[in-house]
């Protein structure tokens, strides 16, 4: 499946040998130029557990490997919702 722009994902070393430690991604484009196939370049901005970006970045993954993501909404009550771009 290909993510769209305000999708979250959850990156690890199952989308690319660089991502040994996992990190939380909002896509901002999926770039249409031609790589390997099941692979692509993402733009997008990394998160902290909060969902706050705290950089932005382009990454080359393999998209069998990228998984949804979750941020926790409020510390209150701790509960885990995906975000995505309608919320």
């Known amino acids: ?5 305000g999708d979250v994902l959850r990156v ?4 690319s040998v660089q991502f040994v430690q996992p990190m939380l991604f ?5 770039h249409d130029w031609q790589t390997y196939d099941g ?4 733009d997008g ?3 902290n557990a909060t969902g706050d970006a705290v950089e932005r970045r382009s990454i080359f993954v393999q998209l069998q490997g990228l998984r949804p993501g ?5 510390a209150r009550t701790g509960s885990r919702v995906p975000v995505s771009a309608s919320a």
């Open 45 to 47: 901005y990394q998160l």
């Open 26 to 30: 909002r896509v901002i484009r999926v």
């Open 12 to 15: 690890t070393k199952a989308a």
């Open 70 to 74: 979750f941020v926790t909404r409020t």
């Open 39 to 42: 692979w692509a370049w993402l």
């Open 1 to 5: 499946m290909l993510p769209k722009t």
